[in-house]
């Protein structure tokens, strides 16, 4: 998650900027139209007592790194999560994240630095080795007025600032508290304390009628800590004449929102680091602010905003047309809507029911590509990553599953795939047991068409009442993209299958009981357009009815409480999943996108060739388990014959009934190109390794016989694309949706475009982040 940070006044020196100014040349000729002076000249001779006057410094510190920062885009992958400037540079942050275009950006630190520079009298002294709560106690010990802290750099570098006689004086009784450093520095103001109120009062008026555009990145207000509210950035760039510079508090956010010190860009005239040290030293300090805290604060802010909507929707008098109330602009910063942001994206009830910080999903891909790294990486951001265990032994699930709980938190979300099997349901039983056995307490049900015996025993362990309320301690995500489904999984399991598993003894009349007041579902997944099996769904098509499907569950099921629909398919941007969730979802599953990731359990021969793929490289193919029934998956299509020999199998199989009737040289072909063996050498393998009874009735009926030998080809294409043997590349089977094409255009240029720099958990956070800000502009766009 890269933050470009960008140092402010004491970074300047003699010579900075000396090759941008050629580069830009049109932003140079117009910054020395507006400051009235050489900026080149100025930088390059100085000389640099000039350049270290306030007036001069504060303009050549803007022009210098917002030059930087454009040179740094042009020529780099880097594109900034987050932006953050040290006092005058926020301005710089504000003109990179699209606020305020160059000139005017430059007019207004023209003149905050021009009006600071009035101000004398005033010192600044840099203090190391207190933090602020004890120079806060000094000074109130001391009971000196006259001096304030100003910069918190870090937790025990701060700068103080006010009457230069207090600022000099304090020095004794810094180091007498325990100060190990004090410096006072070369300033004639006392800047960003109530010493600069007629600045600030000035300052205010000037900027009146300055436009301050929305954010196209989240800039950290140096005044709050916090990113920038759209509606309110005017007012904390003045406030911040005045207001104490909250610089580390600003980096224990970023830290808490995901950053680390290797994510942290500066920018700025050159020489060693002036603020990404701070970083460093912060993060030694003290660490990440408490999640626990920002999200109490994001709930309060949230209430408050809730509140405000309330309040703007009680009628009023009817009111002649010159008095009526002004309209609310929800411009996705505004009192009455709020700013979107991570924390408050989908549903927060799905977040509590399931453990997670954010409401996004890893999807299970099959036979272990979403790998026990997935999940463990996924479980430590607070996000829910489900083990893809279909197609595999339930030992190596078993195994999964005890590698990911020895590898994160006590009490991390995690879940296992259940896969419905059709022809072998003595599959899904012994995944029940190992489930039971593990205590695996969530599962994405997939590919189901009906609830199963084995699902319902699942579901039925851990019921139990809780007062007024029947709670359910293995929790059911089932994957649908058919509203019929849908409804099944919104219903209580079927009388039929819970009166066999009472005959069986496989649950209790108690839990038969308790499993007639819940649903089968705590959520359902619409799976629209995605990879591996899939109905070719439309989300604007498939959400709408299933919410309403979800809401007549909420009100037959009152003992149950909430339930919630996410969104899967297709979802590989800012764009998609910000549309999902205008649509009504309460939460955000990917999995394409995930393949090509370090964390996914493919081969690097798979992840190469998904690397490079656009939105039209994918396409329909049989299902292998489900072929006879017209199943489909979406698969890649870029540089592999799998998709047309799939189709050409299946058709086989249509139009004959026995191997034996296929056209001699047709089959010769079909074995030495497909298979590289003959039919006969397949079956016997397929012998070895399929139960008896399959095997007995593959001997009676040639017809099945003939669809467990095509079979295998569905299986050797997707072991040699798991392997990465190369002989076979052009038969590789790689399940894969458009989505993966659209983050790939996404990410192209960025750090993000290799697929060696992917991670899951990244890629989640990123996501929301982006998808929360393109919900702040289209919302601001759409009411201007």
């Not at 911040?240 to 920018?267: C, H, N």
């Not at 955000?588 to 493919?602: F, H, K, L, Y």
């Not at 294409?717 to 798991?722: E, I, P, Q, V, Y």
Request: proline letters at 5%; glycine letters at 8%.
């Amino acid at each position: 998650m890269k933050t470009f940070i960008f140092p402010g006044q004491g970074a300047q020196q003699l010579g900075m900027g000396q090759d941008l100014f050629a580069r830009f040349k049109d932003l140079t000729n117009q910054a020395d139209d507006i400051l009235g002076y050489s900026i080149a000249e100025l930088c390059r001779v100085g000389p640099m007592e000039k350049l270290s006057q306030t007036e001069y410094t504060q303009p050549a510190l803007f022009v210098v790194n917002a030059l930087q920062y454009l040179a740094h885009m042009e020529d780099s992958d880097d594109r900034p999560a987050y932006l953050l400037g040290h006092s005058v540079s926020e301005y710089v942050a504000l003109f990179a994240a699209g606020v305020l275009d160059f000139g005017g950006g430059l007019k207004l630190v023209k003149k905050r630095g021009a009006l600071m520079a009035e101000a004398r009298g005033g010192g600044m002294a840099a203090v190391l080795g207190l933090e602020a709560a004890a120079i806060e106690d000094l000074l109130r010990a001391k009971n000196i007025a006259d001096v304030f802290p100003a910069n918190f750099n870090t937790p025990k570098q701060i700068v103080v600032s006010g009457r230069k006689e207090a600022v000099v004086a304090a020095e004794s009784l810094f180091l007498e508290a325990g100060a190990s450093h004090y410096k006072v520095l070369p300033v004639s103001g006392a800047f960003h304390t109530p010493f600069m109120e007629d600045a600030r009062v000035r300052f205010e008026e000037f900027v009146a009628d300055t436009e301050f555009a929305p954010q196209q990145v989240p800039v950290i207000s140096n005044v709050t800590a916090r990113p920038h509210v759209d509606a309110e950035i005017r007012r904390r760039m003045v406030e911040q004449i005045t207001a104490p510079v909250r610089w580390s508090e600003s980096l224990r956010y970023l830290m808490a929102k995901g950053a680390s010190f290797a994510d942290t860009v500066e920018i700025g005239p050159g020489g060693p680091p002036v603020v990404r040290p701070m970083f460093k030293r912060t993060e030694l300090e003290a660490g990440p602010l408490d999640v626990a805290v920002l999200e109490a604060e994001e709930t309060a802010r949230r209430e408050a905003l809730q509140k405000e909507v309330l309040q703007d929707q009680v009628p009023e008098p009817t009111k002649g047309p010159a008095e009526e109330k002004p309209v609310a602009r929800a411009n996705g910063a505004t009192s009455s809507f709020g700013r979107f942001s991570m924390e408050n994206l989908g549903s927060r009830a799905f977040c509590d029911l399931f453990g997670l910080r954010y409401p996004y999903v890893s999807g299970a891909m099959y036979r272990g590509i979403a790998s026990t790294d997935i999940v463990i990486r996924m479980a430590r951001a607070g996000l829910l990553g489900f083990f893809g265990a279909a197609g595999l032994p339930v030992s190596e699930t078993r195994e999964a599953i005890r590698e990911i709980r020895s590898q994160i938190p006590d009490g991390a979300a995690f879940g296992v795939n259940f896969i419905a099997h059709l022809n072998r349901p003595q599959l899904e039983d012994d995944l029940t047991d190992v489930l039971l056995e593990e205590g695996v307490t969530a599962v994405e049900a997939s590919a189901f068409m009906e609830v199963t015996q084995a699902l319902v025993r699942y579901r039925a362990k851990g019921l139990k009442r809780d007062g007024g309320k029947v709670r359910a301690a293995n929790k059911v995500i089932a994957k649908v993209s058919r509203p019929d489904v849908a409804s099944q999984f919104l219903s209580a399991a079927p009388e039929p299958v819970i009166a066999k598993l009472l005959q069986a003894r496989a649950i209790t009349e108690d839990e038969a009981e308790l499993l007639r007041n819940v649903p089968m579902a705590d959520a359902i997944c619409v799976e629209s357009d995605s990879g591996g099996h899939t109905d070719q769904g439309m989300p604007f098509a498939l959400i709408p009815p299933i919410l309403k499907l979800r809401d007549e569950a909420e009100r037959r099921f009152p003992e149950f409480g909430k339930l919630f629909v996410g969104a899967a398919g297709g979802i590989g941007t800012p764009e998609a999943a910000a549309a999902v969730l205008v649509l009504g979802a309460d939460f955000i599953v990917t999995g394409s996108i995930n393949q090509c990731t370090v964390e996914a359990g493919t081969s690097d021969a798979v992840k190469d060739m998904l690397e490079g793929i656009n939105v039209y490289d994918t396409a329909y193919a049989p299902s292998g388990e489900m072929f006879e029934l017209g199943s489909k998956v979406q698969v890649l299509k870029k540089g592999v014959f799998f998709p047309s020999r799939a189709e050409r199998l299946v058709a086989l199989y249509r139009q004959h009934e026995r191997l034996e009737a296929i056209d001699p040289k047709l089959r010769k072909q079909i074995e030495e190109r497909y298979f590289g063996r003959s039919f006969d050498e397949v079956f016997a393998d397929v012998a070895r390794t399929y139960p008896a009874s399959e095997i007995e009735r593959a001997e009676k009926m040639p017809k099945h016989r003939m669809a467990l030998v095509f079979r295998r080809y569905f299986r050797d294409t997707s072991d040699w694309a798991l392997n990465g043997n190369i002989e076979h590349k052009v038969d590789f089977q790689v399940h894969c949706g458009p989505a993966l094409g659209a983050f790939n255009q996404w990410v192209a240029g960025t750090g993000l475009e290799p697929w060696r720099a992917r991670h899951v958990d990244d890629i989640g956070l990123n996501l929301l982040e982006q998808t929360a800000e393109m919900l702040n502009r289209r919302l601001s766009v759409m009411v201007g």
